[in-house]
């Protein structure tokens, strides 16, 4: 008699055996190759749950494909590493062949009832909820802005003379994510803006853990049982908002919005539901940019002494105040006069970004003659093997150094979506990329000609960013970076008063 244990053994063989062979049986030879697999539909998926974007950098790096196959039960995914490939499969030719998976992402997360969500799919179709085509509309470019950009920056500069000055020691990643949250959906929200509560930015910190789970879990009210109570206050704050009025004193994107929805039927408490996809938007990569941003450049003495030099290019006048004068700073001139801090910024986003792109197969095409790909597959552009790609950006690709946005070839990828991606890319690229990127600047510019940042541990230690979300553009640090926050004491700027602009009157030096 054969035993148990020899049974089952026989048993898991012969299921592993037919696992591998339907594996290929079901594998084109045209299409891109099968990365090699142990556990037959599963190994990937499990590769990524632990590795998350790295997974797919390591098969980059291993295998060296322009393009390959993964296999997931009932679902095929198609990695693209080659700039060449990357740029067809965004081509306008193949905007209907190749689409956007995540355009309804809010609706994911958000809590929307199902009729809401009919509701929206009936309004805006295969456009998720109106809530990306108002962003474009309105941040994308032009006064509109230039409006919300510059009522940002007024915001950090109060809440930094107010709220960096003799805090001593901070985190340093939590205290830029406060400053920001505050400018941004200030900006947004207008005078009644919910996060200027801070039990509803609390609320907001401990919603966002539960997202993953909303996305992933199969049971998120077990799973993340408190960050949906979280979700349930930031929600009412809006419900609150949208009810007393008060979204009529706010940028004109956000009562356009409600006004849109309410037309289509939603009642403020599902359209303060649909403010989760808004405030994710602005609170999620931000912040995390701008931490690591200062992290590299205080951490490098000559790149913080060179940031500092450049920002005094930005001084336009001279001012009176009440305590006599300040020095007048241009911010939204940094782009055009802080090499350094831009290339600085442009290298964290490279450097950091977990950006991943995904798209579905519309029907079966062939790719630049040569690679099947099957109706229904996921195609997945993970931007950080391009940004680490030693083809695109050399040897040192997997190193940080700004100083390779100062060659011409490292200028021409900044402009090039197939080598540079940290917003995305085509119809769905980030359009609020100029609004974060101008005041993450601002922020990180205020910050460094006013204070000085030391690591309490003496000195600077990269945090690791192992647990970062998969869903998010940029990773969190896992652990933030205790500092000392002091006034700053050096020549330059002990008794120097700023006044901070974005946008001054005058373009020039008196
Ligand atoms: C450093 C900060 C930010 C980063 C790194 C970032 C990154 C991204 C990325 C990678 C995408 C996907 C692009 C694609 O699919 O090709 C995206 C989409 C989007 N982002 Fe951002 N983002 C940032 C800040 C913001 C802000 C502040 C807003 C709004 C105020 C915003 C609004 C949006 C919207 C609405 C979309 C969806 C666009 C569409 O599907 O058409 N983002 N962002």
Same mark, same amino acid.
């Given at each position: 008699?054969?035993?148990? +244990?020899?049974?089952?053994?026989?048993?898991?063989?012969?299921?592993?055996?037919?696992?591998? &062979?339907?594996?290929?049986?079901?594998?084109?030879?045209?299409?891109?190759?099968?990365?090699?697999?142990?556990?037959?539909?599963?190994?990937?998926?499990?590769?990524?749950?632990?590795?998350? !974007?790295?997974?797919?950098?390591?098969?980059? #790096?291993?295998?060296? *494909?322009?393009?390959?196959?993964?296999?997931?039960?009932?679902?095929?995914?198609? !990695?693209?590493?080659?700039?060449?490939?990357?740029?067809?499969?965004?081509?306008?030719?193949?905007?209907?062949?190749?689409?956007?998976?995540?355009?309804?992402?809010?609706?994911?997360?958000?809590?929307?009832?199902?009729?809401?969500?009919?509701?929206? %799919?009936?309004?805006?179709?295969?456009?998720?909820?109106?809530?990306?085509?108002?962003?474009?509309?309105? *941040?994308?470019?032009?006064?509109?802005?230039?409006?919300?950009?510059?009522?940002?920056?007024?915001?950090?500069? !109060?809440?930094?003379?107010?709220? /960096? $000055?003799?805090?001593?020691?901070?985190? *340093?990643?939590?205290? +830029?994510?406060?400053?920001?949250? +505050?400018?941004?959906?200030?900006?947004?929200?207008?005078?009644?803006?919910?996060?200027?509560?801070?039990?509803?930015?609390?609320?907001?910190?401990?919603?966002?853990?539960?997202?993953?789970?909303? +996305?992933?879990?199969?049971?998120?009210?077990?799973?993340?049982? =408190? &960050?949906?109570?979280?979700?349930?206050?930031?929600?009412?704050?809006?419900?609150?908002?949208?009810?007393?009025?008060?979204?009529?004193?706010?940028?004109?994107?956000?009562?356009?919005? /409600?006004?849109?929805?309410?037309?289509?039927?939603?009642?403020?408490?599902?359209?303060?539901?649909?403010?989760?996809?808004?405030?994710?938007?602005?609170?999620?990569?931000?912040?995390?940019?701008?931490?690591?941003?200062?992290?590299?450049?205080?951490?490098?003495?000559?790149?913080?002494?060179?940031?500092?030099?450049?920002?005094?290019?930005?001084?336009?006048?001279?001012?009176?105040?009440?305590?006599?004068?300040?020095?007048?700073?241009?911010?939204?001139?940094?782009?055009?006069?802080?090499?350094?801090?831009?290339?600085?910024?442009?290298? %964290?986003?490279?450097?950091?970004?977990?950006?991943?792109?995904?798209?579905?197969?519309?029907?079966?095409?062939?790719?630049?003659?040569?690679?099947?790909?099957?109706?229904?597959?996921?195609?997945?552009?993970?931007?950080?093997?391009?940004?680490?790609?030693?083809?695109?950006?050399?040897?040192?690709?997997?190193?940080?150094?700004?100083? #390779?946005? /100062?060659?011409? $070839?490292?200028?021409?990828?900044?402009?090039?979506?197939?080598?540079?991606?940290?917003?995305?890319?085509?119809?769905?690229?980030?359009?609020?990329?100029?609004?974060?990127?101008?005041?993450?600047?601002?922020?990180?510019?205020?910050?460094?000609?006013?204070?000085?940042?030391?690591?309490?541990?003496?000195?600077?230690?990269?945090?690791? =960013?192992?647990?970062?979300?998969?869903?998010?553009?940029?990773?969190?640090?896992?652990?933030?970076?205790? !500092?000392?926050? #002091?006034?700053?004491?050096?020549?330059?700027?002990?008794?120097?008063?700023?006044?901070?602009?974005?946008?001054? %009157?005058?373009?020039?030096?008196?």
């Amino acid at each position: 008699m054969p035993s148990t +244990l020899a049974i089952i053994t026989i048993a898991l063989a012969i299921v592993y055996g037919i696992l591998y &062979a339907v594996l290929y049986a079901t594998q084109s030879n045209s299409e891109p190759r099968l990365i090699p697999t142990t556990i037959p539909f599963l190994d990937s998926a499990i590769g990524i749950a632990r590795h998350k !974007v790295d997974y797919l950098v390591s098969l980059r #790096r291993r295998y060296g *494909l322009p393009i390959h196959t993964l296999r997931m039960p009932f679902q095929r995914i198609y !990695v693209i590493n080659a700039p060449q490939l990357i740029q067809v499969v965004q081509s306008k030719t193949n905007l209907s062949t190749f689409v956007p998976t995540l355009l309804d992402f809010g609706m994911l997360f958000s809590g929307l009832n199902r009729t809401s969500k009919d509701t929206l %799919t009936k309004a805006y179709g295969a456009h998720g909820n109106g809530f990306t085509k108002s962003v474009h509309r309105y *941040l994308a470019s032009g006064l509109d802005l230039h409006a919300a950009t510059r009522t940002a920056v007024e915001k950090l500069t !109060v809440g930094i003379r107010c709220g /960096f $000055a003799g805090q001593g020691q901070v985190g *340093l990643y939590d205290a +830029l994510r406060h400053q920001l949250c +505050l400018a941004l959906t200030g900006a947004i929200y207008g005078a009644e803006n919910p996060y200027d509560d801070p039990a509803v930015e609390a609320s907001w910190l401990e919603f966002v853990p539960g997202i993953s789970h909303l +996305l992933y879990s199969p049971f998120p009210s077990l799973t993340a049982h =408190k &960050a949906l109570k979280a979700r349930a206050r930031v929600i009412k704050a809006f419900q609150n908002y949208f009810e007393t009025g008060s979204h009529m004193q706010a940028f004109a994107m956000i009562p356009e919005m /409600f006004n849109t929805n309410a037309n289509h039927g939603l009642p403020p408490s599902e359209a303060a539901k649909l403010e989760m996809a808004t405030s994710l938007a602005m609170l999620s990569s931000g912040a995390i940019s701008a931490f690591w941003l200062m992290f590299h450049i205080a951490s490098d003495p000559d790149v913080l002494r060179t940031c500092r030099e450049e920002l005094l290019n930005l001084v336009v006048k001279e001012a009176d105040t009440p305590s006599g004068k300040a020095k007048v700073v241009d911010l939204s001139n940094i782009r055009t006069q802080c090499s350094t801090l831009t290339a600085m910024w442009h290298e %964290t986003l490279r450097y950091h970004s977990t950006v991943i792109n995904i798209k579905k197969v519309q029907h079966n095409i062939t790719l630049v003659s040569e690679y099947s790909l099957k109706k229904g597959a996921i195609v997945m552009i993970p931007g950080t093997a391009v940004h680490h790609d030693t083809n695109i950006w050399g040897p040192s690709a997997s190193e940080f150094d700004h100083k #390779r946005f /100062f060659t011409p $070839a490292g200028r021409k990828n900044l402009s090039n979506t197939a080598a540079y991606r940290p917003f995305g890319a085509g119809t769905t690229m980030c359009p609020g990329r100029h609004f974060s990127t101008s005041v993450v600047l601002s922020l990180v510019a205020m910050v460094l000609l006013q204070f000085d940042i030391e690591p309490v541990q003496g000195q600077w230690q990269m945090p690791t =960013k192992k647990n970062a979300d998969m869903w998010n553009a940029m990773p969190k640090p896992d652990q933030d970076v205790p !500092v000392n926050v #002091r006034r700053r004491v050096d020549k330059d700027a002990s008794d120097t008063e700023w006044k901070l602009v974005w946008g001054a %009157t005058t373009g020039e030096k008196e």
